[in-house]
């Protein structure tokens, strides 16, 4: 087995570690909120007490969590408690999270489309126009809330100028979403790319290939480009598991019926298979992103190790 080989499936027992880790706590931390699924429930405390029994939340909470985690391995996260009583709760992620993605993708598409050379321009033009263009626009667009965004929008498109459905739905219903989901990460790539930028070419061996007489086109585009894409790549990562299982603002304020509401739904409904079943895609998500990205980053610069 190569160096690199068994680096990486030290990476991977590291992020099969993290994964138990975050179920555990959820877990146990989800048992310490007060009352219980069936509190909402229409019913007679004979009814509740049924319910209780039937699902097992009766028994000691070691007992449920061993029970859990034997189920989770042979691939059944239960059913939904509450919010849709008796469906599985991989039909219900499988269907949410194709809605989420399908709003995702397109956001973090246009997120690196603008915000990536837009932070370039910033860089190469340091102090200039442009510069200070792409400056106050990524501090406003980090400084406003979500929810913000979705009311202007809403308030701008749907009710002045009535050009957009506020119902997702509904034919272009997915723009305004998509537009708050892109907001945030389009304005930290900027910045995020810029500052890369700026320190890339203030290194000694970009200085050292111009003496050479190389071009200056060639010493941003192949050497100073491609060595800033770094700490670019470690934002992806995350960025990418957080936008594609859909943000919360957005989808609870357009009515998006993806991975991002349920969530917020479950919560509040002390969902407790639909919590943890999200809770485990999430985490399986960011965690696998991060590997991915680690290993890009020797595709990148072949000089970093899986360490």
């Known amino acids: 087995m190569s160096v690199r080989a068994g680096r990486i499936i030290k990476r991977i027992l590291l992020a ?7 179920i555990t706590v959820t877990f146990f931390l989800m048992d310490l909120l007060p009352g219980d699924p069936f509190m909402s429930e229409k019913a007679t405390e004979e009814t509740r007490a049924i319910l209780i029994r039937k699902y097992g939340l009766d028994k000691p909470v070691i007992v449920q969590y061993g029970k859990y985690l034997w189920n989770l391995l042979h691939g059944d996260m239960g059913t939904s408690y509450v919010l849709q009583k008796g469906r599985d709760i991989r039909t219900i992620m499988t269907e949410s999270f194709a809605v989420s993605a399908s709003l995702g993708v397109r956001a973090l598409i246009y997120s690196i489309l603008i915000g990536v050379p837009l932070g370039c321009v910033a860089g190469l033009f340091k102090g200039k126009g442009p510069d200070g263009l792409v400056r106050v626009v990524s501090a406003v667009g980090i400084s406003i809330p979500g929810y913000v965004v979705a009311a202007v929008l809403m308030l701008v498109f749907s009710v002045k100028l009535k050009a957009l459905p506020v119902s997702y739905g509904r034919p272009g219903g997915s ?15 900027m910045r995020l790319t810029r500052a890369s930028i700026l320190e890339v070419l203030g290194q000694d061996y970009l200085k050292t290939e111009r003496a050479k007489g190389m071009s200056e086109l060639i010493v941003i585009f192949k050497h100073a480009l491609k060595n800033s894409l770094i700490p670019v790549i470690t934002y992806l990562g995350p960025l990418t598991a957080s936008i594609l299982t859909g943000g919360f603002v957005a989808e609870s304020v357009f009515n998006v019926p993806g991975l991002g ?13 639909l919590i943890m079943g999200v809770t485990v895609f999430y985490a399986t998500l960011i965690i696998t992103m991060n590997l991915v990205c680690d290993i890009l980053y020797q595709i990148v610069d072949p000089r970093i190790t899986l360490d």
């Not at 099969?16 to 975050?22: H, Q, R």
Request: proline residues 6%; hydrophobic residues 55%; charged residues 10%.
């Open 16 to 22: 099969a570690l993290s994964l138990f880790a975050i």
């Open 175 to 189: 723009v305004m979403p998509i537009i708050v989901l892109a907001m945030y990460p389009t304005c930290y790539l």
């Open 261 to 273: 509401r349920y969530f917020v739904n479950a919560i509040s409904a002390r969902d407790y298979t």
